[in-house]
């Protein structure tokens, strides 16, 4: 699995963070999303996939 995020598209809700603060933080100047994982273990699958779901600007691209 990896992950790639459109940081232009972001909107700084929070929503990868929640779900996957293992792979995911936000900058403290303007909540833009973080990488810290670009390639995760495969058992953080489901809240990666769950973040990217719950993302409202479609931010985050989860590629097997």
């Known amino acids: 699995m990896?992950?790639?995020?459109?940081e232009d598209k972001c909107c700084g809700?929070?929503?990868?963070?929640?779900?996957?603060a293992e792979v995911f933080d936000q900058r403290d100047e303007?909540?833009?999303v973080v990488l810290l994982d670009a390639v995760p273990p495969e058992e953080q699958r489901a809240p990666?996939?769950?973040a990217a779901?719950?993302?409202p600007a479609l931010a985050?691209?989860?590629l097997p």
Not at 2 to 6: A, G, R, T
């Open 60 to 62: 985050i691209e989860v």
């Open 30 to 32: 303007d909540g833009i």
């Open 2 to 6: 990896k992950i790639v995020i459109d």
């Open 48 to 50: 990666v996939e769950e």
């Open 13 to 20: 809700a929070g929503q990868c963070v929640l779900s996957a």
């Open 53 to 55: 779901a719950r993302c």
